[in-house]
């Protein structure tokens, strides 16, 4: 099991200064990379690093499809493209290039998706996407994450310095919920377990991890032992570890900031029908589109709360 962060507090620092501080480590040590932004540098904390590495960073504009082509051009240079955009316009709005321009061609480009579903917040529907995951995880080589904390997305991005192939990294912008503690190491493709438990298994990404930290210490009050999963990656996901935890609880409920169709939910039960069937249930977003809000408010709204995974788990132990 992995050591968590003691009390699920707010991290130090937000998420995109920790990508920010990457862009500008991975200059300063002259490796190849350039970042592309798609006129979002002051919403990602790049500004700075622009100012200092204009050569190194380019900001695109506004047009999603284009900073995809041309990341793929920089990358048959040899460069280490990092492209970043809001998360609804690094799947919708490009998809066809992501498939033409990364996938289908093997390009060595790492997309990274901000902005990932309700922490869209004041943005509104438009920007809050809810299927983006399900998009990007259709095609044939891609790699999908969604990273949980600072610590994990620094890891990450160190570790994509040296990946090759299109890898898909969905995250918010701000600060995340302290999860692991500094120094901690990840494996892609590896799920972290991060509470042992015997009477059912919750499986978690992104800010749903904290989420379902918080629905096991609601149910351990009620006699029950729940296992914490967090699926950081969504593909390839971690069939080994869905198949134990189903062997061993018997019953499985996913939570996700996304639809509950064709995200964390759905992969999950793909291995569950061909597997090991069990009984499970889908915490996520129902046919909803999204709208402008507080991050609390919609989580509430959108039933992504540890209440709502609470409650879920009490069907399943019904």
Known sequence: MFNLAT?????????????????????????????LEADLMSSMAMDSVHKDYPQHVINCG??????????????????????????????????DQLFMSLD???????????????????????????EDMGIVRGLAHSVVLE?????????????????????????????????????????IGKANVLRDGADITLIANGIMVAEALKAAQMLVREGIDAAVIDMFTLKPIDRDIIKAYAAKTGRIVTCEN???????????????????????????????????GTQEFLQQEYGLTAEHILEAAKQLLA
């Open 7 to 35: 009390q699920l507090e707010k991290d130090d620092v937000e998420m995109r200064k920790v990508y920010a501080a990457m862009v500008r480590r991975q200059i300063e040590a002259e490796r190849p990379i350039i970042a």
């Open 62 to 95: 506004i047009m999603e499809a284009n900073v995809i082509g041309v990341s793929a051009g920089l990358s048959l240079t040899g460069r280490i493209p990092f492209v970043h955009t809001f998360t609804a316009f690094a799947s919708r709005r490009c998809f």
């Open 104 to 130: 289908y061609q093997r390009n060595n480009v790492k997309v990274i998706a901000s902005d990932a579903g309700v922490t869209a917040c004041h943005n509104g529907g438009t920007h809050m996407s809810f």
């Open 147 to 187: 990273v949980t904390d600072a610590v994990m997305f620094a890891d990450i991005l160190q570790q994509l310095m040296d990946l090759q192939g299109f890898y898909w990294v969905r995250t918010i912008r701000k600060q995340a919920t302290k999860i692991y503690p500094q120094g901690t190491r990840f494996t």
């Open 258 to 292: 996304h639809s509950i169709h064709n995200g964390l939910g759905s992969a999950v039960a793909e291995v569950l029908v061909e597997e090991c069937p069990v009984p499970m249930r889908r915490v996520g977003v129902k046919e909803r589109y999204g709208q402008v």
